[in-house]
């Protein structure tokens, strides 16, 4: 049955509500219902490419039903929704998916995890990577993939004007200011990430369980590999967490000293420093500095 937005209003009205708050409840709904269906591309972006089906939005109560045992990591970051959209042209498929974040920091932070090594086409000019299969960028708040569903070669360049036409669509980018707390020097370029959380951290390193930094999905984290010290064959690598306080960060460092992993064998600790050795034989090192706790891992000798 369809119901008019008169009649949500007045039933509205019936129920003890304002007009006007009614009006806003019910444009909220719309504007949810309806995603980010104006950032698509339409049938003239991509030449040769029609529209295939409707767009679907999902929510954080239904990621879980599309991305099978990936949604954590979009959760802990900080998700909105997505907007899908597949567009067809002959038997090939292209599915277009905007990721709408909570900001910029975790829209950026969700494609660091994702985009393995960089490989740029020099046609687009967003922070981005691209292979035969699959485009992933970012910008402002969202996070965006082009994927070409049947793997087909020779639609690279397809890949890249669809991302073009959602990219001219967005906010101009935020670039994350919690990336100026690593070092430049000796820096692996596109070694950095950022992490708010546990699922993040594992992929980096495993300190320990659960939020073993004390995180709370509120405070970003920042992460790169250095180049190897004199000696070494491997890159070693900085995790940086900052906290609203001194107090909190020496708090985070009596946690990790309690829950370190059992599989870290601790060398030395004193309330604001912690030495441990992984099962590589290489060290780790954790440091209270102010309000800032810094990590360095992959160590071949405690220093």
């Known amino acids: ?63 879980y039903g599309y991305i099978d045992g990936g949604a954590e990591l979009f959760f802990e970051f900080g998700f909105d929704q997505l907007t899908l959209q597949k567009y067809k042209k002959g038997a090939h498929e292209v599915a277009v998916e905007i990721y709408r974040m909570t900001d910029p920091v975790a829209a950026a932070g969700t494609y660091f995890m994702k985009r393995g090594k960089e490989t740029r086409d020099p046609g687009f000019h967003e922070r981005h990577t691209v292979s035969r299969h699959q485009l992933l960028f970012q910008r402002h708040r969202y996070y965006v993939t082009i994927n070409n569903l049947g793997g087909a070669d020779g639609l690279t360049g397809d890949l890249v004007r669809f991302a073009s036409a959602v990219a001219s669509r967005l906010p101009a980018d935020v670039p994350a200011a919690e990336l100026k707390r690593l070092p430049t020097a000796g820096r692996v370029a596109g070694s950095e990430r950022l992490f708010r959380g546990p699922v993040a951290l594992q992929s980096l390193f495993t300190l320990g369980d659960g939020d073993i930094l004390q995180q709370k ?47 870290l064998e601790r060398v030395s600790a004193s309330p604001d420093r912690l030495v441990f050795r992984d099962y590589e034989k290489k060290f780790g090192v954790a440091i209270v500095k102010g309000a800032a706790i810094e990590v360095r891992l992959h160590l071949p000798k405690a220093s």
């Open 1 to 63: 049955m369809r119901v008019s937005v008169a009649f949500f209003l007045l039933s509205l009205l019936g129920a003890g509500f304002p007009a006007t708050a009614g009006a806003r409840d019910f444009n909220a709904v719309q504007a949810k219902a309806a995603g980010d269906q104006a950032l698509l591309p339409g049938e003239a972006a991509v030449p040769g490419w029609k529209k295939d089906g409707a767009p679907r939005v999902f929510t954080q109560a239904d990621l």
């Open 217 to 263: 999905g509120r405070i970003t984290g920042v992460a790169a590999d250095y180049r190897a010290e004199p000696g070494a064959k491997a890159p070693t690598t900085l995790l940086v967490v900052h906290y609203p306080s001194a107090a909190a960060a020496a708090q985070a460092m009596a946690f990790l000293q309690k829950n370190l992993d059992k599989y």
